[in-house]
């Protein structure tokens, strides 16, 4: 999933929520509909008993008459008085009337309590027609709002283009930020801010502010829902950003990244494209990327190898050591600086393990070929200088007690030692140590034919 496809479905579910809370909000305004008010508390001072009289009753229940008479739903209702107490009675078309009627009682001064033995009808005519009634008295308010609800789904939709034009400058976002994809980043969030100010804008037009908060707040808890849903793709695209501006590698790098060694092809918005060291594509996600130890070759081309050579015990150690380096340092591709060395690794009970160090330049010399034959060379000088490779060496005792205890005889052959094995040559090599460029050629013909968006920016400076 990528930001284009979020920033709309962010946007569709803010508008969903606006048009049903803005057509509620109208449709209440043009109608005229009374707002349910709150019933008041009753008062805690006491009554005194001494003013609840037939006269008060007859007033109580006057002014409550007056009152249901102006209120459709409410003519029908009985009222009885007597002693401050108020009953209500007779049949009503919803909850909402019954509950209405009870409040208004409990407010009219001199009421004790009230007694609500009201009704609801479920006759289907006087249920209904209260219904059809309310809904084309919201179809009318409606038309007669259109004009206003045009004007200002037009202006909303003006501030709102003019955004998109805002953010369509490619080239200003281009020139402001450091790289392409932060440009992207930024010119989606002035698309998402003007949306949001032309709703504003709308919303004040029609008297309708109050709804802001509803809307915001379904938006916000949409926002949360597809925040965890995309949460990876967030931490991919955070990663992004970080890399694009950090750039820790270049095109063509040889870099090894959590593991996966090969050339860098290109960094795109969701991950690293490498190409390894046998022709394949690997691709990275940038989440990962940014959080693993990265070992870049090519920042530094000189590079250290080393290998391990054993010389049998009784030889001379130092002397091999002094041959062998000798020998390394004679061949071509090895650097006089950093200059090579050789240590004795360890002592064993039949050999000496010697290990050997040296250099080599990885833009003239094939780091594996150039160790290779490196050891090579240590190995033929050594044994040409008479010391012995190790061998491993077994010891069998055969205890045969059948063995006659009688000497052996003087006159008993004596077996011959055995003959030593004659020197090899050292092979010859079919190549020198020149480097591979297989995959670097295959890297540069990938990056110059392939369109694509890439993060990597030799303008600004590596990390």
């Keep these: 999933m990528t930001i284009r496809a979020i920033f709309p479905a962010i946007v569709a ?6 048009s049903t809370a803005l057509h509620a909000q109208s449709a209440a305004d043009l109608t005229g509909a009374p707002a349910a008010e709150p019933a008041e508390a009753l008062p805690d001072d006491p009554i005194d008993p001494g003013t609840l009289t037939e006269e008060t009753d007859r007033a109580i229940a006057s002014g409550l008459a007056n009152v249901f008479t102006q209120i459709e739903g409410l003519r029908d209702v009985g009222i009885a008085v007597q002693s401050g ?3 209500l009675s007779g049949t009503v078309t919803n909850q909402a009337d019954r509950e209405r ?3 208004i009682a409990a407010r009219i001064e001199g009421v004790v309590t009230v007694e609500n033995a009201i009704d609801r009808s479920y006759e289907v005519e006087t249920n209904v027609s209260p219904a059809v009634k ?4 919201n179809m009318r308010g409606l038309v007669r709002g259109l004009p206003l609800f045009g004007v200002a ?9 003019l955004g998109y034009l805002l953010a369509g400058r490619r080239r200003l976002w281009l020139w402001a930020t450091p790289n392409p994809f932060l440009a992207e980043l930024l010119a989606g969030a002035i698309r998402v801010a003007a949306i949001l100010a032309g709703l504003v804008v709308a919303l004040q037009i029609v008297d309708a502010t109050a709804m802001l908060g509803l809307v915001l707040g379904s938006a916000g808890i949409i926002g949360i829902a597809l925040g965890f849903a995309v949460r990876d793709t967030v931490d991919n695209y955070v990663s992004s950003l970080m890399l694009s501006l950090r750039q820790p590698f270049r095109a063509n790098d040889h870099v090894v990244i959590d593991g996966c060694e090969g050339r860098v092809i290109r960094l795109t918005s969701r991950a690293t494209v490498l190409m390894t060291l046998d022709g394949n594509h690997l691709r990275i996600p940038n989440a990962k990327v940014f959080k693993a130890i990265i070992l870049n070759y090519t920042r530094n081309p000189q590079r250290r190898f080393e290998f391990e050579l054993g010389v049998d015990s009784a030889d001379d150690p130092l002397g091999a050591m002094e041959v062998g380096l000798q020998a390394i340092r004679a061949l071509p591709f090895v650097l006089d600086e950093p200059r090579s060395q050789a240590v004795i690794q360890t002592v ?13 330049d990885q833009g003239s010399t094939d780091f594996l070929k150039g160790r290779s034959l490196a050891i090579q060379a240590a190995k ?10 190790p061998e491993p060496i077994y010891r069998i005792r055969v205890d045969d007690r059948r063995k006659s205890s009688e000497p052996a005889p003087a006159d008993a052959p004596v077996p011959a030692p055995a003959a030593a094995k004659p020197r090899k040559a050292p092979p010859m090599v079919a190549d020198g140590a020149e480097p591979d460029r297989a995959v670097e050629k295959l890297v540069s013909e990938e990056r110059g ?4 968006s890439d993060l990597l920016d030799t303008q600004r400076p590596i990390e």
């Design 13 to 18: 579910a803010l508008l969903l929520c606006l």
């Design 85 to 87: 107490v108020v009953t």
């Design 101 to 103: 009627a009870e409040a």
């Design 134 to 137: 309310t809904l084309l008295d």
């Design 153 to 161: 789904l037009v202006i909303g939709v003006l501030i709102a283009g």
């Design 348 to 360: 064993g009970e039949s050999s000496i393990i010697l290990r050997f160090f040296a250099w080599v």
């Design 380 to 389: 033929h000088a050594v044994e040409e200088a008479g010391d012995e490779l």
């Design 449 to 452: 034919s392939a369109a694509g």
